[in-house]
């Protein structure tokens, strides 16, 4: 995409919702405060193999997205602590995967905490997944949603680009100032 820096200029974000077994996908673009779907899905691994062929899975899919979808930019979700050690360990090792695949290409990544992604995308920071999953239904009407994964992934795009129209203004501000 060109002029993606730029105020007002189109930008192509994938969001991300990392996770082992499931990682979310979303790619929208942004212009200003217009939003437009292009596409979402779920990047899947195989649960029978080893871990370190399960992140391979995961970061073979990851890139085979960011060559298909050719993003700008990159927002992926901060997990929260897992109550068991294994399992955030695991899921830790997924979002290092998550996070590594866009940046080894050049792609600029931001990070948000759900409770960041709800408020911009819900009003609340303590929305339910199912007010999530209405309002990008309701700001990305042509999203098929086909995952609670996928439905989390739009919306951390959602919020990136919110906040990034943000941060320009605030840059362009500054500028003047």
Do not use: F
Not at 62 to 81: F, I, K, M, N
Not at 160 to 176: C, D, F, I, Q, S
Request: glycine content about 10%; overall charge positive.
């Amino acid at each position: 995409m060109s002029g993606a820096g730029a105020a007002g200029a189109v930008v192509r974000v994938i969001g991300l919702d990392p996770g082992l077994r499931h990682t979310g996908w979303g790619v929208i673009e942004a212009a200003g405060n217009r939003l437009r779907h292009l596409g979402d899905g779920v990047v899947s691994t195989d649960d029978r193999l080893p871990l370190a062929e399960r992140l391979m899975q995961l970061h073979r899919g990851l890139t085979a997205l960011l060559e298909e979808w050719r993003p700008d930019e990159a927002a992926v979700e901060e997990t929260y602590v897992n109550r068991n050690p294994g399992s955030a360990l695991k899921l830790g090792q997924a979002r290092g995967v998550v996070m590594l695949a866009p940046a080894l290409v050049g792609i600029p990544v931001r990070e948000y905490g759900a409770m960041l992604v709800k408020q911009s995308v819900v009003g609340t920071g303590a929305a339910t997944k199912e007010q999530v999953q209405m309002m990008v239904r309701r700001l990305l009407p042509n999203a098929r949603l086909s995952r609670a994964d996928a439905a989390d992934a739009l919306a951390v795009s959602i919020c990136h680009a919110h906040h990034r129209a943000t941060r320009l203004a605030w840059a362009k501000g500054l500028v003047r100032a």
